[in-house]
């Protein structure tokens, strides 16, 4: 992920959100399949780490690789 657009989203851009979204969004479905072995349980999974992530994001540090940071989320 660019850090320019996760500075983007720490300043409130929604638009810069979506493109995390639409980026992370297969990776975390994939993930959270493995995990739980359960779709339903997978998709709540992946719809709390969203909101997690956005409520969070001011937490992350941009000087540090994002996806580990998603994945312990996650």
Known sequence: MNHSILKKIQAGDR??????YDEYFEY???VAKAV???DGNAADAVQETFIRV???IHHYDTKKPFKPWFYRIL
């Open 36 to 38: 739980t072995r359960h």
């Open 54 to 56: 956005y409520q969070d």
């Open 28 to 30: 975390a479905v994939r």
């Open 15 to 20: 638009e810069s959100f979506k493109l995390l």
